[in-house]
């Protein structure tokens, strides 16, 4: 008999150890998957709407709190799963052998589940608040890690203490709150489960006493009757070590949703007919653009075409919305209008045939070469070698390691870096459309020179190149120059443009129809037009 005990606690126990290994392997695939979504939804999202967030907040649904979901499908789930197949069925043999402690079971067993809901109520309010104040720390404590040059270069750094300790006790309060509150629910549903097994015992030895029960079948109901309750009281644990996990899947899933809204929306715009230009145009053509920011409109009908074959450069004060139409190119912002790439108006399409650089460098750790040929699954070494001298990088020496944010490289050369990668894949793909957002503002005049020399050998090759820049040299360069200016329309100042332009109110440009190709032949002579005075275009505002 003692034999078969240790038996039944062994098997026991090896049961236990694979439902856990089990639900391990399980929930980590899980996570795995849920990450997976979440970081594909995000890049679906686009920069922009990264933009409109604290990356912080982004990055700790990423991170911790897809860990933190860890415990809800490793171990919530698979004890809610065991509750509702082990709980039944210990009620249904206790009520076998023993009617009335079946009965007593059958009531006192809902009482559990009541205090839960009511008790996980609370705790999921605190557990809301806590996450708000974990974000809030993450935000400022990479508020001050990013500004920590400039704090410390006025001798300021040392005041950001109150900050962080004052957000830091925050988080503490709203962490032991969390904590009391699964503490204080652990102490009701062992109450409850204790008071219940309790009255199941006094009835059982009442019964004894009056000969009514056989004493075998009381030992086997007060043996089983802990059983009963032991898997709710395990669900409740299990629930207050994944809240925070919930909370950080209740911010995933939103993030999922809103992705697969955007795609969704996206694909309806990409089957319409207007996906596809009727008027086969080419190049890069913006038809009545209008781009807002949470009711404010940044850009305002703007309309203009950069044909193939044409260096055009985007001239306007900063804050008019320069960056807001490239963003809106690239399919990154909402935005009212139509775009045209090569004739194709979805996002996916464009972005296909677009050739990109921004402001910042966005260089990877790696070396030179990996970052210029990125997303190039077989890169070429002798097209890294031309993408970086056409960028006037030919010096650097594409093995060069370089750290994230392009750590290693001055500012200049890793801007040139980030232009390479660009042309790297105007090449390797061959993308009718070339964009660049000040690439030369950070290179002294020579090498600017050399890029803009490469530019215009570019646009000679039959590609739309579109260059925004505050830079003269750069205007110099260009075939067709626009200016847009808050408030008061777009100006372009092109010998070979012609602009129709409606002003509007707190708008950035009007419709603006531009032809190159008539004047080209004679402002090229030497690579580079003349100067502002010899390009003023013939304006008509309406």
């Given at each position: 008999?003692?034999?078969?005990?240790?038996?039944?606690?062994?098997?026991?126990?090896?049961?236990?150890?694979?439902?856990?290994?089990?639900?391990?392997?399980?929930?980590?695939?899980?996570?795995?998957?849920?990450?997976?979504?979440?970081?594909?939804?995000?890049?679906?999202?686009?920069?922009?709407?990264?933009?409109?967030?604290?990356?912080?907040?982004?990055?700790?649904?990423?991170?911790?709190?897809?860990?933190?979901?860890?415990?809800?499908?490793?171990?919530?789930?698979?004890?809610?799963?065991?509750?509702?197949?082990?709980?039944?069925?210990?009620?249904?043999?206790?009520?076998?052998?023993?009617?009335?402690?079946?009965?007593?079971?059958?009531?006192?067993?809902?009482?559990?589940?009541?205090?839960?809901?009511?008790?996980?109520?609370?705790?999921?309010a605190a557990q809301q608040r806590q996450?708000?104040?974990?974000?809030?720390?993450?935000?400022?404590?990479?508020d001050v890690v990013a500004g920590l040059s400039t704090l410390k270069l006025f001798g300021r750094q040392h005041r950001q203490e109150a900050r962080i300790r004052e957000v830091s006790e925050q988080y503490r309060v709203h962490t032991m709150k969390v904590l009391r509150m699964s503490f204080l629910s652990g102490f009701v549903l062992e109450l409850a489960a204790s008071l219940s097994v309790a009255v199941i015992a006094v009835t059982i030895g009442l019964r004894l006493l009056g000969g009514s029960l056989d004493l075998s079948?009381?030992?086997?109901?007060?043996?089983?009757?802990?059983?009963?309750?032991?898997?709710?009281?395990?669900?409740?644990?299990?629930?207050?070590?994944?809240?925070?996990?919930?909370?950080?899947?209740?911010?995933?899933?939103?993030?999922?949703?809103?992705?697969?809204?955007?795609?969704?929306?996206?694909?309806?715009?990409?089957?319409?007919?207007?996906a596809v230009a009727s008027d086969g145009s080419r190049g890069l053509v913006f038809d009545g653009v209008s781009v807002g920011y949470d009711g404010r409109e940044v850009v305002g009908a703007f309309g203009a075409v950069v044909a193939p074959g044409t260096l055009a450069v985007l001239r306007a004060p900063s804050g008019s919305g320069k960056s807001s139409l490239v963003a809106a190119a690239l399919g990154f912002v909402p935005y009212e209008g139509r775009i045209l790439v090569d004739g194709r108006a979805d996002a996916a399409a464009r972005r296909s045939g677009i050739a990109w650089a921004g402001q910042r460098s966005g260089l990877m750790a790696g070396t030179i070469a990996s970052n210029v040929a990125l997303g190039d699954p077989s890169p070429s070494a002798a097209r890294v070698a031309a993408a970086l001298r056409e960028a006037a990088a030919g010096e650097l020496d594409p093995a060069t390691p370089v750290d994230a944010g392009g750590a290693g490289l001055s500012g200049g050369q890793a801007q040139r870096v980030a232009v390479a990668r660009a042309l790297y894949r105007l090449r390797?793909?061959?993308?009718?459309?070339?964009?660049?957002?000040?690439?030369?503002?950070?290179?002294?005049?020579?090498?600017?020179?050399?890029?803009?020399?490469?530019?215009?050998?570019?646009?000679?090759?039959?590609?739309?190149?579109?260059?925004?820049s505050h830079r003269d040299a750069v205007a110099e360069a260009?075939?067709?120059?626009?200016?847009?200016?808050?408030?008061?329309?777009?100006?372009?100042?092109?010998?070979?443009?012609?602009?129709?332009?409606?002003?509007?109110?707190?708008?950035?440009?009007?419709?603006?129809?531009?032809?190159?190709?008539?004047?080209?032949?004679?402002?090229?002579?030497?690579?580079?037009?003349?100067?502002?005075?010899?390009?003023?275009?013939?304006?008509?505002?309406?």
């Open positions: 008999m003692l034999a078969l005990l240790c038996g039944v606690v062994a098997v026991r126990a090896v049961l236990f150890w694979a439902v856990e290994a089990v639900a391990s392997r399980g929930g980590a695939r899980v996570v795995g998957q849920l990450r997976e979504r979440l970081v594909a939804s995000i890049g679906r999202l686009g920069p922009g709407w990264v933009s409109r967030r604290s990356t912080a907040s982004v990055t700790l649904v990423a991170g911790r709190g897809m860990e933190a979901l860890d415990g809800y499908f490793a171990k919530y789930l698979p004890q809610l799963i065991a509750t509702a197949v082990a709980m039944p069925l210990l009620v249904l043999v206790i009520g076998w052998r023993d009617l009335t402690s079946g009965i007593i079971l059958v009531v006192t067993l809902p009482l559990i589940p009541l205090f839960m809901v009511l008790v996980g109520w609370a705790t999921q996450w708000a104040a974990l974000s809030r720390l993450s935000s400022a404590f990479l079948v009381g030992l086997f109901v007060l043996l089983l009757a802990p059983e009963a309750f032991l898997p709710l009281r395990n669900v409740g644990a299990a629930y207050h070590a994944a809240t925070e996990g919930i909370e950080a899947a209740a911010n995933a899933f939103a993030i999922i949703e809103e992705a697969e809204g955007a795609a969704g929306a996206a694909a309806v715009a990409a089957a319409s007919p207007a390797s793909r061959g993308c009718p459309v070339l964009i660049l957002d000040e690439p030369t503002s950070a290179l002294d005049a020579a090498t600017e020179a050399r890029l803009l020399e490469s530019l215009r050998g570019i646009a000679r090759d039959g590609v739309a190149v579109l260059v925004v260009a075939d067709v120059v626009l200016t847009m200016e808050v408030g008061a329309g777009a100006v372009s100042k092109a010998a070979d443009v012609v602009l129709t332009m409606e002003a509007g109110a707190g708008a950035v440009s009007a419709d603006a129809v531009l032809s190159t190709e008539a004047a080209a032949g004679s402002q090229r002579a030497d690579g580079l037009l003349a100067g502002p005075a010899a390009r003023d275009a013939e304006v008509s505002r309406v």
